[in-house]
């Protein structure tokens, strides 16, 4: 039996969804883990692609949730992670997962997140400075003070306590991946490992620009540690 479900969720992710999986099919770990991608009816090349490296492939309605959903209940490992299809696992992204949960108290693990894409020299300083502040210092932070606020494309949970919280809320357009952190505080401990390593695509940022990106991100997580309500709009970036 699988320790580890890895889950992507994808909708027209041709571009990127091969060396998400083959970073994942590649993985230098002794740990069973199984690869499922939850399709949300993709019209591009996608799920062919899939078809080479899944273990699973499951058709779903559109939304991030309701994929991430779909593929934790086709999984048999008793531990779920979730990375996205725009992003590339580090080779031991699977061991650093069966070593943070090695102890038994922790429910919930995650890691730094870094760019993708090549870097420009001034944008290289400000997005590797960014990336450092957000992905790692700001959710240690969150972890200590116990409002813990994961990334969905790179997070881990102990499949049991997923279910039992009834996993995330799919009528939530964004911030689903935080709310979910926040309603499993409590029931058990949660860890930052560093070497839980992924590489995620930074499209959104650069056709957002950085003050929108900062922005909305930022009064999203204050808007639902205020009031429990996200922000309803997050556009499709290709």
Not at 18 to 44: F, G, K, M, R
Not at 167 to 184: I, Q
Not at 214 to 238: C, D, G, P, S
Request: glycine letters at 6%; charged letters at 25%; one cysteine or more.
């Amino acid at each position: 039996m699988a320790k580890f479900s890895v889950v992507i969720p994808t909708l027209n992710e041709e571009r990127y969804i091969e060396q998400c999986l083959n970073s994942l099919y590649t993985q230098e770990t002794s740990s069973p883990y199984e690869i499922i991608v939850a399709d949300s009816h993709s019209t591009d090349g996608t799920v062919r692609i899939a078809e080479k490296y899944a273990d699973k492939i499951v058709q779903c309605s559109k939304g991030i949730s309701v994929g991430r959903n779909a593929g934790a209940a086709a999984s048999k490992g008793s531990h779920l992670i979730f990375i996205d299809a725009d992003s590339i696992a580090s080779p031991s992204l699977v061991d650093a997962y069966t070593d943070a949960f090695s102890d038994k108290k922790y429910i919930a693990a995650t890691g730094p997140i870094f760019p993708k894409e090549k870097l420009h020299s001034i944008e290289d300083a400000f997005v590797r400075i960014g990336s450092k502040l957000y992905t790692e210092s700001w959710i240690k932070f969150l972890i200590k003070v116990g409002k813990p606020a994961f990334i969905g494309s790179n997070s881990a949970f102990r499949k049991d306590m997923f279910k039992e919280i009834g996993g995330f809320r799919e009528h939530l357009s964004t911030f689903e991946d935080g709310d979910l952190s926040m309603r499993l505080a409590g029931k058990g401990d949660f860890v930052f490992h560093g070497r839980a390593r992924v590489y995620t695509s930074i499209r959104r940022l650069r056709k957002w620009g950085y003050f929108r990106f900062i922005q909305f991100h930022t009064t999203n997580t204050f808007k639902y540690m205020l009031f429990k309500k996200a922000h309803e709009e997050y556009e499709t970036v290709r």
